[in-house]
């Protein structure tokens, strides 16, 4: 309930629509050692891709074997999704569709771009220098900047896009239509994250698997050592 102060009571309430929730998590427990020589040791062995990446490492989507502490951390990722994620959008079906590596060396970056065919999109970090290795950055996709004006910036209501620094462990989550950019890296180490995509679950079909990158199953790439 609302007053100004004369005779006048505004009851209201608020309707927030098409927003964009973005899920920031810290997770523990997880082998990012591990994980980093897992990421580099595929890619030694496969063949990467230029989508949205200017420079560094995009590795194509990866499917078996994967080492067992990737393979856990997908499966609790998923009862996660569908618990608290699902609290906010009602929907507690979807399931993992594909990931990919990213490593982004000195002064590589991503431009913007979204992810299409999918949900829910996040990215999860392995491994992050010190310093400026690059934010994901969260663009406002609509005309709100030629209304503006000297309002530009001036909270989350009126901002253009929205930033959030790296570190090691931190997992962001977004609705797949968003768009977003991966600032350059400037530092003169690597960072390593693993990205991925949910889907409605009956698009988890054998077309898609196919289209994957399988690496052959030998002792050599035996990754449950790792």
Same mark, same amino acid.
């Given at each position: 309930?609302?007053? !100004?102060g004369?005779?006048?009571?505004? &009851?209201?309430?608020? *309707?927030?629509?098409?927003?964009?929730p973005?899920?920031?998590?810290?997770v523990e427990?997880?082998?990012?050692?591990?994980l980093?020589t @897992?990421?580099?040791?595929?890619?030694?062995?496969t &063949? %990467?891709?230029?989508i949205?990446n200017?420079?560094g490492?995009?590795s194509?989507?990866?499917?078996?074997?994967?080492?067992?502490?990737?393979?856990?951390?997908?499966?609790?990722?998923? +009862?996660?999704? =569908?618990?608290?994620? %699902?609290s906010?959008?009602?929907?507690?079906?979807? +399931?993992l569709g594909?990931?990919?590596?990213?490593?982004?060396?000195?002064?590589? @970056?991503?431009?913007? *771009?979204?992810? &299409?065919?999918s949900?829910?999109?996040?990215? @999860?970090?392995v491994?992050?220098?010190?310093?400026?290795?690059? !934010?994901?950055v969260?663009?406002?996709d609509?005309?709100?900047?030629?209304?503006?004006?000297?309002?530009? %910036? =001036?909270?989350? #209501?009126?901002?253009?896009? *929205?930033s #959030?620094?790296p570190?090691?462990g931190?997992?962001?989550m977004?609705? =797949?239509w968003t768009?977003?950019?991966?600032?350059?890296?400037?530092t003169? +180490?690597?960072?390593i994250?693993?990205?991925?995509?949910?889907?409605?679950e009956? +698009?988890?079909?054998?077309?898609?698997?196919e289209?994957?990158?399988?690496?052959?199953?030998?002792?050599?790439?035996s990754?449950?050592q790792?």
């Amino acid at each position: 309930m609302n007053k !100004n102060g004369n005779n006048f009571t505004f &009851q209201s309430k608020e *309707h927030f629509l098409f927003s964009s929730p973005i899920f920031e998590s810290e997770v523990e427990g997880v082998d990012n050692t591990g994980l980093a020589t @897992y990421c580099r040791t595929v890619r030694e062995k496969t &063949q %990467g891709v230029t989508i949205s990446n200017r420079g560094g490492w995009h590795s194509n989507e990866v499917l078996n074997p994967l080492p067992e502490n990737l393979v856990e951390f997908f499966n609790t990722l998923e +009862k996660f999704v =569908a618990e608290y994620v %699902g609290s906010f959008t009602s929907i507690n079906s979807l +399931k993992l569709g594909n990931f990919w590596i990213n490593i982004n060396g000195p002064n590589d @970056y991503n431009l913007v *771009h979204d992810h &299409q065919n999918s949900i829910l999109s996040g990215v @999860y970090y392995v491994e992050v220098p010190e310093g400026d290795s690059g !934010n994901l950055v969260i663009v406002r996709d609509d005309t709100a900047e030629f209304f503006l004006g000297r309002y530009k %910036g =001036a909270g989350p #209501f009126f901002t253009l896009e *929205h930033s #959030f620094t790296p570190e090691a462990g931190k997992l962001i989550m977004f609705p =797949a239509w968003t768009k977003h950019r991966v600032e350059r890296n400037n530092t003169d +180490k690597e960072r390593i994250s693993i990205a991925f995509n949910f889907v409605d679950e009956e +698009k988890i079909n054998e077309e898609v698997r196919e289209k994957s990158t399988i690496i052959p199953n030998t002792e050599e790439n035996s990754w449950g050592q790792w």
